[in-house]
């Protein structure tokens, strides 16, 4: 399919770019001369951006098409990420991954809006699945392969390559992408982006959704994203390399969980209940984090991969989303559910920077603290879970 050929490389380096900071933090610390705090904001900088991009991007999917709307995006995204290879303060680097968010804003939105407007109802989900489970592909290489690149060529070297990388995926998004005809709404007027996004907001099932949607994609985004390395470093005494082995086993298990839910879905018939078990499980492995993780290094590695694999509920939440939006309103209804997820991220990325600092600040030790940020996690989960049962289904016909 096309939409793969078009958008995968660049969804692969989408995964990349909001993964890769946990497993270089020491170094990119040292190098801008920061701390936890403020890698926090450097990390949350690219949700931050991305999130707020989500409202123009919508419009211009449903309006413009995702041909020029990916293409502008990802020229934007080429300069942040050449720019961030080359920042020497905090500053520098924040404003970088800042255009690096912008540049991947409307990747995973395009594919989606194509899929929603080309293929069967019924293969939405399944192929969100698939393109998420080969796009979490970029969360192996922002592992390992990165800590291995980074500890022999240094982490801004290996910056610059993924910054021609995404120049690339740039070229190659333009040149194959090609846009669907024009939805129009049931009056024939088009809707501007206040208009639509009001429409949005009268979508009662919507309000059910969001504290899930804010809340279940960001905490398994910033474990994996911001902290496990940190805290196989701080906790269990490994060296770069090794916490960036723990992270790939991570992202491996994301990556099976992707293409997990995509079979359940298709076997099951039915997205709601994956999504309310798989984040009461994901609930139940941070708790477990939280009273064992700090004993064991293993057992450490084998729950952040159990989180890995059950709490990537995100293609099927948005699947269960999708059901809710009219078809001249898909691109900016998928984008203001993606609004929240990837807000969602920043939040918890900025707020989970601040909390640590605080903890240490405290005089908490590293297990104390990570414990704390975990049990944090799990009862943020059980809550977006209780309220989220209540949700229905299906659309009023």
């Not at 989500?54 to 211009?60: E, K, M, N, T, Y």
């Not at 450490?300 to 809710?324: D, E, K, Q």
Request: with cysteine; charged share 10%.
């Amino acid at each position: 399919m096309t939409v793969f050929l078009a958008l995968l490389p660049a969804y692969f380096l989408s995964i990349f770019y909001r993964s890769f900071l946990s497993v270089i933090a020491n170094p990119v610390m040292a190098d801008l001369g920061i701390g936890p705090r403020e890698l926090g904001f450097l990390g949350a900088a690219w949700f931050i951006a991305f999130a707020v991009s989500q409202f123009p991007i919508g419009w211009a999917l449903d309006r413009l098409g995702p041909r020029r709307t990916v293409s502008v995006a990802m020229a934007v995204g080429s300069v942040g990420a050449v720019l961030f290879a080359m920042a020497s303060n905090a500053l520098a680097g924040t404003f970088a991954m800042a255009l690096i968010g912008i540049g991947c804003a409307p990747i995973f939105m395009a594919s989606l809006f194509l899929f929603a407007r080309t293929a069967e109802p019924a293969r939405f989900a399944f192929l969100t699945s698939v393109l998420i489970g080969l796009g979490s592909l970029g969360n192996i290489l922002a592992a390992g392969p990165l800590a291995l690149a980074s500890a022999h060529y240094g982490w801004r070297t290996a910056m610059l390559v993924m910054a021609a990388c995404f120049l690339v995926a740039t070229l190659l998004a333009a040149m194959l992408l090609r846009d669907p005809p024009r939805a129009e709404s049931a009056s024939g007027k088009a809707e501007g982006l206040v208009e639509g996004l009001a429409s949005i907001l009268r979508l009662r099932p919507l309000w059910l959704l969001a504290p899930i949607t804010l809340i279940g994609y960001a905490i398994v985004a910033t474990a994996r994203g911001l902290w496990i390395a940190p805290f196989m470093g701080d906790v269990h005494g490994f060296d770069a390399i090794t916490a960036g082995n723990a992270a790939t086993a991570m992202a491996l298990a994301m990556v099976g969980g992707a293409f997990l839910y995509g079979g359940l879905e298709k076997f099951v018939g039915r997205v709601k209940p994956l999504v309310l078990w798989g984040t009461v499980a994901t609930a139940v492995a941070f708790a477990l984090l939280a009273l064992t993780g700090g004993s064991s290094a293993a057992l450490a590695v084998v729950l952040f991969s159990a989180i890995g694999a059950v709490g990537f509920t995100y293609a099927v939440l948005m699947a269960h989303a999708r059901i809710f939006f009219p078809a001249h309103l898909l691109g900016r209804g998928m984008t203001a559910v993606n609004f929240l997820f990837i807000s969602g991220a920043a939040l918890l990325q900025s707020g989970s920077g601040w909390f640590i600092a605080t903890q240490r600040a405290s005089g908490f030790d590293a297990a104390t603290t990570f414990a704390n940020l975990h049990w944090g996690f799990a009862a943020l989960l059980l809550g977006a879970a209780v309220v989220y049962a209540f949700t229905p289904e299906r659309a009023e016909s």
